[in-house]
């Protein structure tokens, strides 16, 4: 085994913090992978990894050579990129991540697309509403919706959020319809809630039109991970609910949903729809992935159609 394929898995037993789930990674056994950890460091001459039953952490000089080795795995990928992003048929594989929600009715005709067009480049996509982790992971391309976190990520903004409130009939038959946003927040509601990120606040205007905002908390008996269940539990009558336009599969009217305070501002919460991906040069595959993605959404988000938004 050459010292890059070496310290390929030096870099992946540090990202997952143990050598069982590197070792899983590679489809190894712990025994082979110690064994080329520990030959990486007699070629070296010195002690990587500080081992013991419940942790490893790296010596004062395994630190300083896992930075470095993080610069040469870059490095190594953008060679090897540039030469088959330039051939005539390019070739490789682009591994993408993303939410449930957004995949399934947004990239999949994307990628249908793509595969036309590079037919040999291979896509493995990962459909998960957590956020996985983008360096340990080695995902190419993820697609993230909320607030952008300052990493040393690159990240585009493929899209604008716009939150609304909704509703059944039923659901006003039962509870009338809501003037205010203090009597909306006394009603039962459906809350998207996956891991750590739980939807129940509702900043909105405090006045028709009025940019002054409020912070309510939203409050109900069901909560869910899945966008698409939310709206149908709304369709349903089971409550009311906040979602971003994204969100539906078709119009308010065609869903038989009805907004509510829509003379109210929801604010966006400073989120967006964004294309995240590690900073690698001359990553040309992924960069006409995502142009294609925003050609499929279009400049105005086909979305925002769904209600008369400017």
Avoid: C
Avoid at 160 to 168: C, D, P
Avoid at 191 to 215: A, F, H, Q, R
Avoid at 225 to 244: A, T
Avoid at 293 to 298: A, F, K, Y
């Amino acid at each position: 085994m050459s010292i890059s394929q070496q310290l390929s898995l030096f870099l992946d037993i540090v990202r997952q913090g143990s050598f069982s789930k590197a070792a899983s990674l590679h489809n190894m056994d712990n025994s082979a992978l110690s064994k080329q950890i520990k030959k990486l460091e007699e070629s070296l001459g010195v002690q990587l990894i500080n081992r013991s039953t419940r942790a490893i952490a790296l010596t004062a000089v395994g630190d300083e050579i896992f930075k470095q080795a993080i610069i040469l795995e870059e490095t190594l990928h953008n060679i090897q990129y540039i030469a088959k992003t330039h051939q005539t048929n390019p070739s490789g594989n682009i591994k993408i991540t993303a939410p449930s929600f957004f995949g399934q009715k947004y990239l999949q005709p994307v990628i249908d697309g793509f595969i036309n067009k590079y037919p040999n480049v291979n896509i493995t996509l990962f459909l998960d509403d957590r956020r996985a982790d983008i360096i340990a992971d080695k995902y190419d391309l993820a697609i993230r919706i909320g607030k952008l976190i300052d990493s040393n990520l690159i990240a585009k903004k493929i899209a604008k959020t716009q939150f609304i409130l909704i509703a059944s009939k039923s659901f006003l038959e039962k509870y009338g319809n809501p003037t205010t946003p203090s009597e909306l927040v006394s009603l039962p509601a459906v809350i998207y809630s996956n891991g750590n990120i739980t939807l129940d606040k509702l900043m909105i205007g405090s006045t028709p039109g009025g940019k002054e905002l409020l912070n309510l908390t939203m409050k109900g008996h069901f909560k869910v991970n899945d966008i698409k269940i939310l709206v149908n539990s709304v369709s349903r009558g089971v409550g009311y609910g906040l979602i971003d336009l994204f969100g539906l599969e078709d119009s308010l009217e065609a869903s038989g949903l009805i907004q509510l305070l829509p003379e109210y501002k929801v604010s966006t919460m400073d989120t967006g729809i964004y294309a995240i991906y590690p900073n690698r040069n001359h990553n040309i595959l992924v960069d006409d992935f995502i142009a294609l993605l925003m050609n499929h959404l279009g400049g105005r988000p086909f979305w925002l159609d769904y209600l008369d938004i400017n």
